[in-house]
T-cell receptor, first 114, second 113 residues
Framework: SAVISQKPSRDICQRGTSLTIQCQVD?????MFWYRQQPGQSLTLIAT?????????ESGFVIDKFPISRPNLTFSTLTVSNMSPEDSSIYLC???????????FGSGTRLTVV | QQQVKQSPQSLIVQKGGISIINCAYE??????FPWYQQFPGKGPALLIA?????SEKKEGRFTISFNKSAKQFSLHIMDSQPGDSATYFC????????????FGQGTILTVHP
């Protein structure tokens, strides 16, 4: 399965600022996904990052708040914009969707907004 | 339609016992059902997965039982160990949700020594 490096691993940010999270994969992958895990909760899909096209967002998530870049088949970024304390969560990138459905997750970015 | 319901929310088991976590789904287009194990501060790690064409899959101490007609699947952890203490998530994917995992609510497993 793919190995995913995600950074930063954690950050504490002031409200109103933005944070960009990076996700690097050790092999080329077609599909990359961004998830949010709120404290003590399950994982919720934010968007699918498509190489060469705009990301596809799930209901409740918008591009202005969570802009995503996917410049190549091994890298993606998620920005959390104009942050508020409600954005305090763990953000995870994932790859998968191959014939083997080998969905792998990064170790996550623990974001605290104060 | 896209939900996956997981129970129990938390589970306490003695060392050597059997841990059982259950999930139910509605979307009959789902065709892949993975289980993830998550330790604090870590991302979810794939534990074991099953497709609906088999009723059971076993890997070491971990077994998935799958009941297609009931749209239910469960994770059994045999000879549970304190190191198994973690949060477990079931998930499902397939059909129009291709590539997108739908997760259950999670089960916090505590194995007492």
């Amino acid at each position: 399965s793919a190995v995913i490096s995600q950074k930063p691993s954690r950050d504490i940010c002031q409200r109103g600022t933005s944070l960009t999270i990076q996700c690097q994969v050790d092999s080329q992958v077609t599909m990359m996904f961004w998830y949010r895990q709120q404290p003590g909760q399950s994982l919720t899909l934010i968007a699918t990052a498509n190489q060469g096209s705009e990301a596809t967002y799930e209901s409740g998530f918008v591009i202005d708040k969570f802009p995503i870049s996917r410049p190549n088949l091994t890298f993606s970024t998620l920005t959390v914009s104009n942050m508020s304390p409600e954005d305090s969560s763990i953000y995870l990138c994932s790859v998968g969707g191959s014939a083997n459905y080998g969905y792998t997750f990064g170790s996550g970015t623990r974001l605290t907004v104060v | 339609q896209q939900q996956v319901k997981q129970s129990p929310q938390s589970l306490i088991v003695q060392k050597g016992g059997i841990s059982i976590i259950n999930c139910a789904y509605e979307n009959t287009a789902f065709d892949y059902f993975p289980w993830y194990q998550q330790f604090p501060g870590k991302g979810p790690a794939l534990l074991i997965a099953i497709r609906p064409d088999v009723s059971e899959k076993k890997e070491g101490r971990f077994t998935i039982s799958f009941n297609k007609s009931a749209k239910q699947f469960s994770l059994h952890i045999m000879d549970s160990q304190p190191g198994d203490s973690a949060t477990y998530f079931c998930a499902a994917v397939g059909g129009t949700s291709y590539g997108k995992l739908t997760f259950g609510q999670g089960t916090i497993l505590t194995v007492h020594p």
